[in-house]
Structures are given as structure tokens and as C-alpha cells.
């Protein structure tokens, strides 16, 4: 496609539901990228894939939290047991090669109550 | 330890030129600066990345002195539509596969008529 694709564009999820936010990346892309944005917030990193390899994920705030990309082009960020301070914008990036400009997607735009 | 540190916001009017600059005393070697740019509801967009000394591209300047521990963005004549976060970061390495970057809490610009 010609941009980073994120849905849902908008998540209202209750406390304790699992959500799963899908990212496809731009064709060809090699790199992917997830990152949470909290309200007038820089985006902070999650977690990054090299095809279907997810090299650091070391960015992942606890274990409820897991990404995959299983054959290096979609991948889906999980939340399970969502939790209030889990309320952020939810946001895909890629690039063709690392050290290139990244494409970010709008976001997914998640809502625990 | 914070990697970069902007003004938390700016004021122009339309035509003006306006730079805006970022401190970075403790980048490593290997890593570029670059700049990001977001909009209320969308992800952040690439502006320009540069190493050392003057990048120039279509939208910005990137001037970056030769101890490279702080650089500035130079948006030329801006207009309403320049009303935005700005975002300096320091990375990727050049010498890294991974990529990671680390984003602050930006410049908020405020294009005025």
C-alpha cells in the first residue's frame, strides 16, 4: 500500500478485555516498529522486527504485552488483561532499511474504562 | 538521562523563518540526528536526518555544528499548516541494524496569521 495501515483507528476496550491492534506495514519493508504515545507524550518504544525476527522488545512495559509478525509483513500488537494506564495511542512504523526514514501509521487509539 | 532537549514551544507568524534548536551533549558517535514532525490525530512524519555540517532538503535545513552536540531546524517562511509537534532525536546508528529511536516531548509550534 502506499502508507503504514493501523486498524483499528479507534479501541474502547473494559478493564481486563484482551485487544489485539493489526499494523501492515508498506510492501517491502523490512523493518517494523511499534511505539506507545501517551497524551501530550513523545512516542516511547515498544518494540522492533527485522522481517519476522522481533530483535529487541525490550521496550514492552510487562508480560501482558506481546507483538509478532510471523511471516515479516502484518503484525498484530496484543494486549491482554488491559489495564487503565494501558490508554494510549498505539503506533506502526516502518522503513525499508534500518537508518532511513521511518512511515508511521496514524495509530491505533486505545481506551481502557 | 534525558538523549535530547527542545523548547517545549514556539510562536511564528506566517512567512517567518523559524528555527528551532535541540541540544544533544551526550550523542554517541555513530548516531544521526533526525527530525520528526506530527499532527493532532497522525503519526509522526519525517523530516530530515543529517550526520554532520548542513542537509538541505525540500521542506527544512538541518545545520549541525562540528562538535555536533546540539543541531537546529530551520523551517523557511512557514505557513498555518507548519502548526505542529517537532520532534529531535538522536539515532539511529549508522552502524546499528536495530534502529531503535528515542523519541522527547517535541516542540509544539504555533504558526499565527
Known amino acids: 500500500g502506499a502508507g503504514v495501515s493501523q486498524s483499528p483507528r479507534y479501541k474502547v476496550a473494559k478493564r481486563g478485555q484482551d485487544v489485539a491492534l493489526r499494523c501492515d506495514p508498506i510492501?517491502?519493508?523490512?523493518?517494523l516498529f511499534w511505539y506507545q504515545q501517551a497524551l501530550g507524550q513523545g512516542p516511547e518504544f515498544l518494540t522492533y522486527f527485522q522481517n519476522e525476527a522481533q530483535l529487541d522488545k525490550s521496550g514492552l512495559p510487562s508480560d501482558r504485552f506481546f507483538a509478532e509478525r510471523p511471516e515479516g509483513s502484518v503484525s498484530t500488537l496484543k494486549i491482554q488483561r488491559t489495564q487503565q494506564e494501558d490508554s494510549a495511542v498505539y503506533l506502526c512504523?516502518?522503513?525499508?532499511?534500518?537508518?532511513?526514514?521511518?512511515?508511521f501509521g496514524s495509530g491505533t487509539r486505545l481506551t481502557v474504562v | 538521562l534525558a538523549k535530547t532537549t527542545q523548547p517545549i514551544s514556539m510562536d511564528s507568524y506566517e512567512g517567518q523563518e523559524v528555527n528551532i534548536t535541540c541540544s544533544h551533549n551526550n550523542i554517541a558517535t555513530n548516531d544521526y540526528i533526525t527530525w520528526y514532525q506530527q499532527f493532532p490525530s497522525q503519526g509522526p512524519r519525517f523530516i530530515i536526518q543529517g550526520y554532520k555540517t548542513k542537509v538541505t532538503n525540500e521542506v527544512a535545513s538541518l545545520f549541525i555544528p562540528a562538535d555536533r552536540k546540539s543541531s537546529t531546524l530551520s523551517l523557511p517562511r512557514v505557513s498555518l499548516s507548519d502548526t505542529a509537534v517537532y520532534y529531535c532525536?538522536?539515532?539511529?546508528?549508522?552502524?546499528?541494524?536495530?534502529?531503535?529511536?528515542?523519541f522527547g516531548r517535541g516542540t509544539q509550534l504555533t504558526v499565527w496569521p
Open positions: 532525536l538522536v539515532g539511529p546508528d549508522r552502524g546499528s541494524t536495530l534502529g531503535r529511536l528515542y
Open positions: 510492501s517491502g519493508h523490512v523493518s
Open positions: 512504523a516502518s522503513s525499508f532499511r534500518t537508518g532511513e526514514g521511518y512511515t
